[in-house]
T-cell receptor, first 114, second 113 residues
Framework: KQEVTQIPAALSVPEGENLVLNCSFT??????LQWFRQDPGKGLTSLLLIQSSQREQTSGRLNASLDKSSGRSTLYIAASQPGDSATYLCAPSGGETSGSRLTFGEGTQLTVNP | DAGITQSPRHKVTETGTPVTLRCHQTENHRYMYWYRQDPGHGLRLIHY???????DKGEVSDGYSVSRSKTEDFLLTLESATSSQTSVYFC????????????FGNGTRLTVT
């Protein structure tokens, strides 16, 4: 069974800092990995999807990397802003017992202070 | 968002009553999913559908049933609600490709008293 761990569980930084969120997963036989953000009381918004054949994906100030063989992904946020405050979740898709379904970590709660 | 509407947004019901949550999508996505989100457990898959009338169980399916009679609608039914089913329920959809991203609705907050 795929298990996903996200470290740290919570992070508080001053505005302008570059930061890294970590995600590890136990089953490396994945099709892809998605990063999401969730604002309080809202659904999840897809940020980036990295296919298993890719090493990284970029969208604006966000960069996600994937090391499939070691079961790790990182989300890099450059020049953080208060509007980046949210919970960030990673979700690998696939694995030997998961088919194409996603398994979610519990997330990293990010607070960016002005 | 990918045109996903969940209804109702909030519901309070009593133990033992039936409850149906609705998910409606306008993207013609093949796959649809129901998740529940609870503190300490994260998001857990209840049921999913891979086409009209094609559904399968997720990891926490006991006490829930689903139906998909049209591409755009996926219904989640609690036959006899229990307090342990108090949660936030999310519907999600994605296209047919393995690398299609998953899109979420805004959730339904269900309280069972």
């Amino acid at each position: 069974k795929q298990e996903v761990t996200q470290i740290p569980a919570a992070l508080s930084v001053p505005e302008g800092e570059n930061l890294v969120l970590n995600c590890s997963f136990t089953d490396s036989a994945i099709y892809n990995l998605q990063w999401f953000r969730q604002d309080p009381g809202k659904g999840l918004t897809s940020l980036l999807l990295i296919q298993s054949s890719q090493r990284e994906q970029t969208s604006g100030r966000l960069n996600a990397s994937l090391d499939k063989s070691s079961g790790r992904s990182t989300l890099y946020i450059a020049a953080s802003q208060p509007g980046d405050s949210a919970t960030y979740l990673c979700a690998p898709s696939g694995g030997e017992t998961s088919g194409s379904r996603l398994t979610f970590g519990e997330g990293t709660q990010l607070t960016v202070n002005p | 968002d990918a045109g996903i509407t969940q209804s109702p947004r909030h519901k309070v019901t009593e133990t033992g009553t039936p409850v149906t949550l609705r998910c409606h999508q306008t993207e013609n996505h093949r796959y649809m999913y129901w998740y529940r989100q609870d503190p300490g457990h994260g998001l857990r898959l209840i049921h999913y559908s891979y086409g009209v009338k094609d559904t399968d169980k997720g990891e926490v399916s006991d006490g829930y049933s689903v139906s998909r009679s049209k591409t755009e609608d996926f219904l989640l039914t609690l036959e006899s609600a229990t307090s342990s089913q108090t949660s936030v329920y999310f519907c999600a959809t994605r296209g047919s490709s393995t690398n299609s991203p998953l899109h979420f609705g805004n959730g339904t907050r269900l309280t069972v008293t």
